[in-house]
């Protein structure tokens, strides 16, 4: 039979944000881990892609970037693909 495991936080539910995985340890305990959101990362506003060249994190975590890992060095930068650019270019 396995051994149980118990949360080490107060929120007592299995829901999408109280996600773990159990590891056991080096001494051959089993403990709780939390795991984060997967996050989606941005997408081509035009045809939903998601945009090369971007990590894909959870929002708070864009702030400790700098602008240059946010963004995409060309016109329509981080909003749009580079297919999408080529379009808009050559209409």
Known sequence: MTQRVTYRRRHSYNTKSNKVKVVK?????????????????PMCGDCGISIQGIPHLRPQEYKQLSKR???????????????????????
């Open 25 to 41: 340890t080096p001494g051959g305990k089993l403990v709780v881990q939390y795991r984060k959101k997967a996050s989606k990362g």
């Open 69 to 91: 890992q946010k963004t995409i060095a060309r016109a329509y930068g981080g909003s749009r693909c580079a297919a999408c650019v080529k379009q808009r270019v050559v209409r």
